[in-house]
Every structure is written in structure tokens, then in C-alpha cells.
């Protein structure tokens, strides 16, 4: 499944592997639906830290995207490594020390985090589940609308499966703290 902007930066992605050109092709990792998630939550974060009160399911929801992202993204990175190597012709470290970076570190910090929203949002409303579940949910479609899955080594129904079940159980956690 390819995505719209996939045909603009697929020569990018098929060659991201050429050393002398992979500076110009750094912005290829903000294609990434992990990256998509940290930078929602970082601006919500830093946007609570300088006075905005956001509802609770907008937090919430970028706290349960960005887990999630954490959480399945790690998963690929290291189940998938090989085919990250084949599609990507990069060495395995790389693929270990940006799944460090962008999944495990992430995951701590956003943890920490969650007493700071809970108490600097605004409280619960009534069918705060439902409205997480809309939101992520156009969240992630808009971004597979985007970029479809062209840029992950597994199969479609796997991807948008395995996130999908994960970012549910997420979002019923975050729903109820």
C-alpha cells in the first residue's frame, strides 16, 4: 500500500544507503509514524509547560500514540532487523542505536510525564475512551494515507494490525488513569 507523498520520496528511500548522501536524507526519519507521534506529544508537553491546558484526551491520546509507536516500533526494529538491512542496506548497529533513541528513550520519558499532564490538563469528560479512539484513529489514518507502508519491512495487515491492537490497549489504559 503506497501512499500519497510515497512517489516523491521513494528514490530517497531506495537509496538512503549511499554514505556521502544520507545527510540530505535525514528527513526521510520524520517520515517515520514514530516520529510523527514524539514530535505531537514533545509540542503538547512543551505547550503545557508554557501555560496551555489542553482536554484530557488530547494528551492522552499523544501519550498512547507515542507508547505505542514505542512499543511496536521496537518490536519491528529488532523481529525485523534483517529486512530492515536488505530494504535499507544499512548496518545493524544503525538500526539498533536509532531504536534506541527513537523508541526506548521515548518510552521512559513519556512515562515520566504523566503525572505532569494529569496535573496540568484539563479534567476528564464524558467518553474520553471514544473520543482517544477517534482521534488516534485519524491520527494513524492520516498518516497511512501519507505514507501507506511503504517505508516498514512487513506486511500491511500486520503493521496497521499490530498497531492498532496495541494502541487500543493504550488507549483504554490512558482512558482510565
Not at 19 to 38: A, G, I, N, Q, V
Not at 98 to 127: A, E, G, Q
Amino acid at each position: 500500500m503506497n501512499g500519497i507523498l510515497i512517489p516523491y520520496i521513494k528514490k530517497d528511500i531506495d537509496t538512503i544507503s549511499i554514505p556521502h548522501e544520507l545527510y540530505r536524507k535525514l528527513y526521510l526519519f520524520f517520515c517515520y509514524l514514530t516520529m510523527w507521534s514524539l514530535i505531537f506529544t514533545f509540542s503538547i508537553i512543551y505547550l503545557t509547560k508554557k501555560g496551555y491546558k489542553f482536554p484530557a484526551f488530547i494528551w492522552r491520546s499523544a501519550f498512547s500514540l507515542t507508547i505505542t509507536s514505542s512499543i511496536c516500533g521496537t518490536y519491528v526494529a529488532y523481529s525485523k532487523t534483517d529486512k530492515f538491512i536488505e530494504k535499507y542496506k544499512i548496518p545493524k548497529l544503525l538500526i539498533y542505536f536509532s531504536d534506541f533513541i527513537t523508541h526506548i528513550v521515548p518510552f521512559f520519558v513519556i512515562l515520566s510525564y504523566r503525572k505532569f499532564m494529569i496535573n496540568n490538563s484539563l479534567p476528564k469528560t464524558n467518553n474520553l475512551f471514544f473520543k482517544m479512539l477517534g482521534f488516534n484513529t485519524l491520527f494513524i489514518s492520516s498518516y497511512f494515507i501519507l505514507f501507506g507502508d511503504y517505508l516498514y519491512p512487513i506486511n500491511t495487515f500486520n503493521l496497521i494490525g499490530g498497531y492498532s491492537f496495541v494502541n487500543l490497549l493504550l488507549t483504554a489504559y490512558f482512558s482510565k488513569v
